[in-house]
Nanobody
């Protein structure tokens, strides 16, 4: 079982990045998926989540209108499109999978975690 997050990097404020979470070892058809992030010196926090069918999502207020979570079950993959990035979005971003039908904001609901990808927003 492996979740591989990729797509992070250094971007200027106002820029965009698209994170990808590639899942192997199980089918994402039966899992809600989520993105979390951890900034230096801070606890990990919830960012966005999507139900297993992909027709319901939830984003934390600080990213609403800027970030969009999506998934492609045929590719066993989740995405986080991040636009209008801000310096405070700088963090390591983690993807996670929860054996749930509906989405969840709760970290302990997630069964599997990826290793994280660094996103740095700086001029």
């Amino acid at each position: 079982v492996q979740l591989q997050a990729s797509g992070g990097g250094l971007v200027q404020p106002g820029g965009s990045l698209r994170l990808t979470c590639t899942v192997s070892g199980f089918s994402t058809d039966y899992y809600a998926l989520g993105w979390f992030r951890q900034a230096p010196g801070k606890e990990r926090e919830f960012v966005a989540t999507i139900n297993r069918n992909g027709d319901s999502t939830f984003h934390v207020d600080s990213v609403k209108g800027r970030f969009t979570i999506a998934r492609d079950n045929a590719k066993n993959t989740a995405y986080l499109q991040m636009n209008m990035l801000r310096p405070q979005d700088t963090a390591v971003y983690y993807c996670a999978a929860a054996r749930l039908t509906h989405w969840s904001r709760v970290e302990r609901a997630y069964d599997y975690w990826g290793q994280g990808t660094q996103v740095t927003v700086s001029s």
